[in-house]
């Protein structure tokens, strides 16, 4: 583990990459637009400032982040005290750095890894967010990355929780526009979900956890779960 001026890499594997890959430095610079504006709004039906205020309800001042994206909501969102321990993980060097660079006043430390494989952090936290994770992992369904939370779960302290949000391919009703979009991403490897539903979501975190919630509003699933 390093702080942000220096990102360790952990083993990558190919069939994870096509997820991550689509985050270019420009694409970061719109990212806030066009993903947590227009496609929360329009396609997905689920308004940024819910995942923000679940952000605010579950973050703690330990805390570990997987998939950053723009790291809008870590910037926005409350932590407990003015300086929280915060670890950021994703597969994508730009996120990382756009993050790191993005919540400086916190001085998170980065690590690039795969998260199909135990993470090479020796620390323990009180929350983990993966927040629009599991939609972009390749996977038949949602039961094919329940590794990723076997994974995740080790790092987590006693009562800790683990929440995120992710879209689901299955078993809810999709706009127009939502399946268009979702076919396109889909058939491009930039999502991996065309078979997700909320059912495998619920069977994981049964499975993993001591207790779990879910709730869906629009084409997202909302869940936390505490160990």
């Known amino acids: 583990m390093k702080d942000n001026n220096s990102t360790q890499k952990a083993e990558i594997t190919i069939d994870t990459i096509s997820g991550a890959a689509i985050y270019s430095k420009s694409l970061l610079r719109i990212y806030d637009f066009f ?8 396609f997905w039906k689920c308004p940024t400032k819910l995942i923000l205020h679940f952000y605010n309800q579950h973050v703690s001042e330990k805390h570990l982040d997987i998939g950053v994206g723009s ?4 910037d926005n969102c409350k932590f407990p005290n003015a300086n ?42 009180d929350s983990i967010g993966i927040n629009y ?6 996977g038949n369904n949602i039961l094919s990355k329940g590794i990723v939370f076997k994974n995740l779960k080790a ?23 939502a399946q268009q979009l979702m076919r396109i991403y889909n058939a491009k ?13 619920e069977a994981i975190l049964k499975k993993c956890f001591r207790t ?3 709730h869906i509003v629009g084409s997202v699933a909302f869940f936390a779960a505490w160990k």
């Open 35 to 42: 993903v947590l504006g227009l496609s929360n709004t329009f």
């Open 71 to 74: 790291g809008y909501f870590l």
């Open 84 to 125: 929280p321990h915060i670890v950021l993980v994703d597969l994508n060097s730009n996120s990382l750095e756009y993050t790191a660079q993005r919540i400086g006043r916190y001085k998170p430390t980065t690590l690039l890894a795969n998260v199909f494989q135990p993470l090479p952090i020796e620390s323990t936290f």
């Open 133 to 138: 994770l599991l939609h972009c992992l390749p």
């Open 155 to 177: 790092l987590l302290n006693d009562g800790g929780i683990i929440f995120g949000t992710t879209i689901l391919g299955k078993g809810i009703s999709h706009n127009i526009f």
């Open 189 to 201: 490897g930039i999502f991996g979900n065309t078979n997700d539903t909320r059912e495998d979501l």
């Open 212 to 214: 779990y919630d879910i």
